[in-house]
């Protein structure tokens, strides 16, 4: 606790990185199991001082408390300042508490799923390093300082889809996420820069940007207006959402990232480092009110990779690329959230989805362990008998993800298709996309539901009985997947309606849009009603599709084996092929980039050795056939350098004499 | 009357022969001779100079090539002489081809 | 005698001690190189401590009837330079301890007179004794590729002394014009670099002696298209020849730059910025695409130097603070970084005597800390955060940024292919079906562990604490850094001649 009465928030990185840095050091001295002993410790006491703080700051007294701390300078080269300084207000105080809370769970259901791994100890290294950076990019009071736990989590997540690094598929899954979302890191780091230029990035400062929107021109460099500027910043931080948050068009990294261990798909790919961009586009809040445009195009994406992802997971077979997808689609409505200017919504729906699908990924490792390993929902089935504990849960988090009604899911996507529809930056269209895309959830997420857990046992394994600690931890995720959507009912409910909006008005204010128009409560009532009648339809497609005797199946038609091709084609629809390839994303850009890279680089190794090298080579072989050339007239007979010398006086003698006059 | 315009013509006779004699012998004794005719020639053209010019100079030079003439006859026959044990000859052509062989 | 004199002499005295102690067994010669360089450090961080209240100077006659004088001088920038050079030194001789094993005494001679050189051409305010630092560097360095290189040893260490010594002809030249211009115009002659600066030379003369003094300095850089010696040499150099090569002699090329070219011809300079530039992104991509293509792991280490050294020399063309400062940082940290990963190519091919990634692969069961090490190195060299690579671009991009905002853009796509290679690096190695090749190979050793874990500890304290590294270039006088805002005036021009009054000022004029 510092003299002003704040809590020492740099604890709550250090906690974890010291975890991270005990384990790297001295583990290999150790069991293998006490580094998953640290690794949760130091994550669990992490979250405890986040309660802490939480409450410290919400019985602040006064007005509109926000804890922020400097430790120490960090930058300071003209433009940019950084300070190594950690910020605490309540977006902060939502994302901390995911972040070590939904961490926590993962960590000790990690215990009981790594046990026995060779890379036990590296494996808990990373993971609490990974809740360290993460914390550090939402703790951050600078966007520079943010960028620095946005590469560690980015780092992390290169290490752990990388864990089984002896099969060449992970290291290039690994190393695809990793560069894909470092180009991204590239636009976001272009952004920062430009912001810094234009109002300074630290975020207590962000109102500068209002300044900048009514400049006609930006001085020093640039040349351009005010707002068309802001635009540009806009648009580079959505860049930088997009690597990170998987959204289109470079979302092609996250189902191949799912080659890492469950527990981070769950942490990593699922609850915490993939909304990072939600994060982002947050924080940024002031610049995008300032920037429409920029504000659009963040919906655009939103929406449109909410759709994309769906199509894609009605016909994916791995369990952990439905869910895999289904991540994306989700963080598309939360981008979608943000784009309307519903920021707190867009965070309501990244808290839900933390928790609904931190558990459905945690229950599909349940499953993939009972089952040794066996991914593909189609040689599972039948397991709602042998895995009565694991079906319960998984079919609270699928009735969230699928937006059952009173699931927590349903209030928070509700919440976002309203807006989406109502606010000043909403339309029709964004909300009909929105409503199909709810539908296409629904059917994927039962579908998940239908194939793996009831009709006959397909898997030739036996099914052995998971351990409680794969089991228990997720009940209590199940219980917020079940129930969170209460801390914010809609408008029309009389009591506890907009919880949450209310909670974080000291952080958004007057920027966050609000409904307008289209019939008000009722409307949203309404429109919540859709919702309803959506999800159910869904489930009942679902159902008459893919339940036990159904004869329409659309099951594939051939079976996919370990290594898949670069064009997979397991069905025989040649539609249900090219979204089970994802749209073809990857082809395209073997195409566009890395081939053509691959070509770049040769050549220039090529120029680099025989034609630049070449020139010097070719001078030292004049050098060389110069000496060969002068070599004859070195034949080490003394007469002859006399002669050779007497000739040379003589020459010498007659020019000195008679050359006077010439 | 030292008779300087005589002197100084023996002086150029005496080292053509030496020059000549360098280029055509081929044995290392005799090479060694006219190297040894050539800079007596210089040091007589020396002491002609300065008995022209009536100055001591040009003796006094003659009186530094005396020595120098001295030792390199003195360091050149032991080199003839180690040659000759390893070689078997002072032919300078066949010692040329040894070396390179 | 002050701290300046001892900084050179150490490590000199240093190769006659180990020369001495040739005749004894090899671990005594290391002994002493290690205390030699040990005390190199300890006099280093004197050093820095020392010139924070302003610039030392060491001034005695040397040869007075040309204007040749023992002018040693350090300010921030040369304290820093001479810290990372003691630093690696140390290092260097940690990770020879098992690789050298013939010649050892030699060895070790060579690498501290090459140490010397390099403090040398650090601290000389004087021209005739920078050259003479700056040529002593070139012996040893030959000859440590030369004698203890790899299998196309002779060949590399002949390249090498040829490009930097015709570099150096040329950097000679354009330096004698310099002094003959000042003779012409005041009537007496002087080789001191503070004298030197005030001779007024044309636009056009200034332009011809920039471009000989950039010829010399850009080879040693090495700057595109003047590199072709660089992998050949790193690739053949024993491992800490490698390191001193990345971490300390390409440093003296942009230093000279720095401390030279810059201040001599400030107009000379401004017209060679956008060449500078281009030359140095062009390099930034160039040697990151040429390096994804290389099969040897010193090869493709060696041609990342070059794209990192483009972003050095980007630093120095943008010409403000965040430039300037970048370009120290990215100095030191490339020294550490690519100076890591030298060491790790050489502690594998100390294990597999193989350097080829195609042998490599699924290493980390077996060399697990070893590769945890060269996750790390791989990781800063691509510029993570957390590290000091990444405050040093992150510096040069945002100072291309503040002169031109489609510069800065461009760079930052650079860091994009270092990643590429970087983790190629890392993949191709440890990743992957384990190599059927080498079983039972052993992880490092306590001392290979220390060598690794000072640079791992000084990169990390940069990239937390980068102002290690730049708050010594504002040690009063700071003429080195452009004030922020003043983005047109060179850094170069604010050099100025004389320190001022009232600072720790040691001179003490030799009578004659």
């Given at each position: 606790m510092t003299d002003n009465g704040v809590p020492a928030l740099w604890l709550v990185p250090a906690l974890p990185a010291a975890g991270a840095l005990i384990i790297f050091l001295f583990s290999k001295f150790w069991n293998p199991r006490v580094a998953g002993r640290i690794a949760c410790s130091a994550v669990g006491l992490s979250f405890l001082w986040v309660l802490v703080c939480s409450y410290m700051l919400i019985t602040w007294?006064?007005?509109a408390p926000r804890f922020t701390q400097k430790l120490w300078t960090w930058l300071d080269a003209g433009t940019i300042t950084a300070d190594v300084g950690f910020l605490f207000d309540q977006v902060t105080l939502v994302f901390t508490l995911v972040v070590t809370g939904v961490g926590f769970i993962i960590h000790l259901y990690s215990v009981a799923y790594m046990r026995g791994d060779d890379g036990e100890r590296r494996f808990f290294g990373y993971m609490n390093l990974f809740v360290a950076a993460m914390l550090v990019l939402v703790m951050a009071d600078n966007a520079f300082f943010m960028f620095l736990g946005w590469e560690g989590v980015g780092c992390c997540s290169f290490f752990l889809i990388g864990h089984f690094y002896q099969k060449q598929e992970n290291c290039a899954a690994a190393t695809k996420a990793f560069l894909v979302t470092r180009l991204g890191d590239i636009f976001l780091l272009l952004g920062v820069l430009l912001c810094a230029k234009l109002a300074g990035v630290s975020f207590l400062d962000l109102s500068g940007f209002e300044k900048v929107a009514g400049m006609d021109s930006v001085p020093q460099?640039?040349?351009?207006?005010g707002p068309l500027l802001l635009t540009i910043a806009g648009l580079l931080l959505l860049g930088g959402a997009m690597g990170k948050s998987a959204q289109l068009p470079l979302q092609t990294w996250l189902p191949d990232?799912?080659?890492?261990p469950t527990p981070v798909s769950a942490l990593i790919h699922a609850a915490t480092m993939v909304t990072a961009g939600v994060y982002l586009i947050a924080r940024f809040h002031v610049l995008y009110v300032m920037a429409p445009v920029a504000l659009a195009a963040v919906a655009m994406v939103g929406v449109g990779t909410a759709f994309y992802a769906a199509t894609c997971a009605l016909v994916q077979t791995d369990i952990k690329r439905i869910l895999a997808y289904s991540t994306i689609s989700q963080i598309g409505y939360m981008i979608l959230g943000l784009g309307v200017g519903a920021f707190s919504l867009g965070l309501f729906h990244f808290f839900t989805h933390a928790f609904y699908k931190a558990l459905l990924f945690l229950a599909a490792g349940t499953v993939i362990h009972a089952l040794h390993g066996e991914q593909n929902i189609y040689k599972m089935g039948g397991l709602k008998a042998s895995l009565r504990g694991t079906y319960l849960v998984f079919l609270c988090g699928a009735a969230a993800l699928a937006g059952l009604p009173l699931t927590a899911g349903f209030f928070s996507k509700d919440a976002i298709l309203w807006y989406s529809l109502s606010t000043?930056?909403?339309?029709p269209a964004l909300f009909a996309l929105g409503m199909v895309t709810a539908l296409l959830t629904a059917i994927y997420t039962f579908r998940l539901i239908f194939v793996v857990f009831h009709g006959t046992e397909r898997s030739h394994h036996h099914v052995h009985e998971p351990e409680p600690l794969l089991v228990k931890p997720l009940a209590v995720l199940a219980f917020f997947a079940l129930f969170a959507g209460f801390l914010n009912l809609p408008h029309f409910v009389p009591v506890l309606s907009a919880k949450w909006e209310h909670f974080l008005e000291p952080v958004f204010g007057h920027y966050h849009a609000h409904p307008a128009g289209y019939g008000g409560k009722a409307g949203e009532a309404l429109a919540a009603l859709l919702s309803t009648v959506v999800s159910l339809a869904g489930l009942f497609i679902a159902w008459k599709l893919y339940h036990p005797g159904a004869a329409v199946v659309p099951v594939p038609a051939m079976e996919i084996g370990e290594s898949e091709t670069s064009t997979p084609a397991p069905y025989k629809a040649s539609l249900a092929n090219w979204l089970y390839r994802g749209w073809d994303f990857d082809r395209a850009y073997d195409a566009a980039f890395v081939r053509p890279f691959r070509r770049l680089s040769g050549m220039s190794s090529w120029v680099d050795r025989v034609i630049i090298d070449g020139v010097f080579e070719l001078s030292a072989a004049i050098v060389r056939g110069v000496h060969s050339l002068l070599l004859a007239f070195q034949n080490g007979r003394l007469s002859r350098y006399a002669l050779v010398m007497l000739f040379g006086a003589l020459a010498g003698t007659i020019i000195l004499f008679f050359g006077r006059g010439w | 009357m030292f008779p300087a315009n005589e002197a100084l013509i023996l002086s150029a006779i005496l080292f053509s022969l030496g020059v000549i004699a360098f280029i055509v012998r081929r044995n290392l004794l005799y090479t060694l001779m006219s190297v040894e005719i050539m800079l007596n020639a210089a040091g007589l053209a020396f002491v002609a100079g300065s008995a022209i010019h009536g100055q001591p100079d040009g003796q006094v030079f003659f009186m530094f090539i005396l020595p120098v003439a001295a030792a390199e006859v003195a360091i050149g026959l032991a080199l003839a002489l180690l040659i000759f044990k390893r070689c078997k000859t002072l032919d300078l052509w066949a010692i040329a081809r040894i070396k390179e062989e | 005698m002050t701290i300046l004199t001892l900084l050179v002499a150490v490590p000199a005295l240093g190769a006659l001690l180990c020369a001495l102690a040739?005749?004894?067994?090899a671990n005594t010669v290391r002994g002493v190189a290690l205390g030699a360089t040990l005390l190199h450090v300890a006099l280093a961080i004197g050093l820095i401590g020392a010139v924070a209240g302003g610039p030392l100077i060491e001034r005695h006659l040397w040869i007075p009837s040309v204007g040749i004088t023992y002018h040693l001088e350090a300010d921030g920038l040369s304290a820093i330079l001479v810290l990372l050079t003691a630093v690696i030194g140390v290092v260097a001789v940690l990770i020879s301890w098992s690789e050298i094993r013939e010649r050892v005494a030699s060895f070790h001679v060579w690498m501290l007179l090459l140490l010397t050189g390099i403090v040398l051409v650090f601290l000389a305010r004087d021209i005739m004794l920078f050259y003479f630092g700056w040529e002593l560097m070139l012996v040893p360095m030959f000859f440590l590729i030369g004698v203890w290189g790899h299998e196309d040893k002779l060949y590399s260490a002949v390249k090498f002394f040829l490009f930097t010594f015709a570099g150096s002809v040329f950097m000679l030249i354009a330096l004698l014009y310099v002094y003959f211009q000042y003779a012409a115009q005041t009537g007496t002659y002087s080789f001191a670099l503070a004298d030197l600066m005030k001779t007024s030379l044309s636009p056009t003369e200034q332009w011809w002696v920039f471009l000989g003094l950039f010829v010399g300095f850009a080879v040693k850089i090495p700057l595109f298209p003047l590199h072709t010696w660089l992998p050949d040499a790193h690739t053949q150099a024993p491992t800490a020849g490698s390191l001193i090569l990345a971490g300390l002699l390409l440093k003296t090329g942009v230093y000279g730059l720095m401390r030279f070219a810059m201040p001599l011809t400030p107009e000379g300079y401004t017209a060679f910025i956008p060449l500078m530039a281009g030359l140095a992104v062009f390099g930034i991509f160039y040697g990151a695409w040429a390096a994804f293509a290389q099969r040897d792991f010193k090869r493709l280490v060696a041609y990342s130097s070059i794209s990192h050294l483009g972003f050095v020399v980007l630093g120095l063309a943008v010409g403000n603070a965040a430039g300037y400062k970048g370009a120290v940082l990215q100095m030191v940290n490339h020294g550490l970084a690519t100076g890591g990963l030298f060491l790790i190519a050489g502690l594998l091919q100390e294990r597999t005597h193989t350097r080829s990634f195609e042998m490599f692969g699924g290493l980390w069961r077996q060399i697990p800390t070893l590769g945890g090490f060269l996750l790390f190195f791989a990781l800063a060299s691509l510029g993570i955060p957390g590290t000091g690579n990444f405050i040093g671009e992150l510096y040069v991009i945002g100072g291309a940024f503040s002169r031109a905002w489609w510069l800065g853009a461009v760079t930052g796509f650079g860091v994009l292919f270092a990643a590429i290679y970087s983790l190629r690096v890392f993949l191709a190695t440890m990743h992957g079906p384990e190599s059927k090749t080498f079983r039972k190979l052993h992880d490092t050793n306590w001392r290979e562990n220390t060598a690794l874990g000072i640079l791992v500890v000084l990169l990390v304290v940069i990239g937390f604490y980068p102002r290690t590294v730049?708050?010594?270039?504002?040690?009063?006088?700071?003429?080195l850094v452009p004030a922020a805002g003043r983005d047109s005036r060179s850094a170069a021009a604010m050099y100025g001649s004389a320190p001022k009054t009232g600072m720790a000022v040691h001179t003490s004029e030799g009578a004659h």
């Open positions: 007294p006064g007005e460099a640039f040349g351009a207006s990232a799912m080659a890492g000043k930056y909403g339309n | - | 040739g005749k004894t067994n730049t708050t010594p270039l504002h040690f009063a006088p700071d003429q």
